[in-house]
């Protein structure tokens, strides 16, 4: 790909809304319909895009894309095991969207690569199943939602607690009022993560095709610790532990409290301590988030700096009831309703 393709994709190219599944309309007419999928990336995500694909009876994992061709043999092996069928293999996108025995894509690739294969994808007729965070700029989540639209293409987005019945349930029961005016929430995750270290440039390994893997992205020369996970913590790569692992828990918020627009004040800050290394990204972060009707919400998320590993979602909110029997109810409530 050549440097004009990196730098003028975003102003040319056409987030994401939400869809029931990743199938094209003819699978969804019949239950004896095969869809034929792509999964692009699978050196980490695209391998549990696969597992989970695996499970389903009315779909073929027909071809798989990946920039690494190490990773082939291996997966391959794996995949006609599993399924008895072994896939054709392409290293460009662009040629698996050419295919005419490919219905949709599963995007399983870094950050960069999300919005330009969504939209390469809805241009071809393809729908797409793409990994969190959906996009790497608000630009781009736009332009993929205009592909998706003028392309009359299915989009779904890798935010995957939405499907998780019990937060299903829990987000009903906010709905519903039940826990009274939800105003405000406090979201926090720790998760510990070792160092990428430093690591000084290197000669392309056989079998990876680097200009590929850069994609849209700036071209820099290969260094063993940013492919394949290190780039999650590059500028001009990814958006962060923020937008990595964040996303989910940023989701949930935005769902609890009933926001679906955008925030008029925002206060962030953080950095990165205690490793020596080349990640750029902070490792300890926090925002605080304000909306137009009053609603705020306040986010953090430390990673290296802290041995505890977890999740902590809490949303403020008024009426909470005091009668002790009532929050049993609530309680069974929740456990039993999660379809």
């Known amino acids: 790909m050549s440097e004009t393709h990196r730098r003028d994709f975003i102003p040319t190219a056409a987030l994401t809304a939400p869809a029931p599944a990743v199938q094209s309309a003819r699978a969804q007419s019949s239950p004896n319909e095969i869809v034929n999928v792509a999964v692009v990336g699978f050196h980490s995500r695209g391998q549990i895009h696969m597992r989970e694909f695996a499970k389903l009876r009315n779909l073929r994992i027909t071809v798989v894309c990946d920039v690494d061709e190490r990773l082939y043999p291996e997966t391959?092996?794996?995949?006609?095991?599993?399924?008895?069928?072994?896939?054709?293999?392409?290293?460009?996108?662009?040629?698996?969207?050419?295919?005419?025995?490919?219905?949709?894509?599963s995007i399983a690739t870094p950050d960069y690569w999300h919005a330009l294969m969504t939209i390469w994808a809805c241009q071809a007729g393809?729908?797409?199943?793409v990994e969190k965070p959906v996009s790497f700029t608000v630009t781009e989540g736009r332009r993929m939602v205009e592909a998706a639209r003028k392309y009359k293409r299915i989009v779904q987005g890798g935010l995957n607690m939405r499907s998780d019945p019990s937060t299903r349930a829990a987000m009903r029961l906010l709905s519903e009022g039940k826990l009274g005016k939800v105003y405000g929430a406090h979201a926090e995750i720790l998760k510990p993560r070792g160092s990428i270290g430093r690591a000084q440039e290197s000669a392309v390994p056989p079998g990876?095709?680097?200009?590929?893997?850069?994609?849209?992205?700036?071209?820099r020369p290969f260094t063993t610790n940013i492919m394949h996970y290190g780039w999650h913590f590059q500028w001009d790569m990814s958006t962060g532990d923020f937008g990595n692992t964040g996303v989910h828990t940023v989701d949930e918020v935005l769902w609890g409290v009933g926001q679906k627009t955008h925030p008029v004040k925002v206060n962030s800050a953080g950095g990165f301590y205690v490793w020596e290394a080349d990640q750029?990204?902070?490792?300890?972060?926090?925002a605080t988030v304000e909306y137009s009707d009053g609603t705020n919400r306040r986010h953090a998320d430390h990673q290296s700096v802290r041995t505890l590993r977890g999740r902590h979602l809490l949303l403020r909110h008024q009426g909470i009831p005091r009668s002790a029997k009532r929050l049993e109810e609530l309680h069974r409530e929740f456990r039993g309703g999660g379809q």
């Not at 393809?126 to 199943?129: E, N, Q, T």
């Not at 990876?208 to 071209?219: A, H, I, Q, R």
């Open 126 to 129: 393809k729908d797409v199943c």
């Open 76 to 105: 391959l092996d794996n995949l006609e095991k599993t399924t008895g069928h072994r896939p054709a293999t392409e290293t460009d996108v662009r040629r698996v969207l050419e295919r005419k025995d490919v219905d949709a894509i």
């Open 208 to 219: 990876v095709n680097w200009d590929l893997y850069l994609g849209p992205t700036s071209m």
């Open 280 to 286: 750029q990204t902070p490792n300890f972060q926090t």
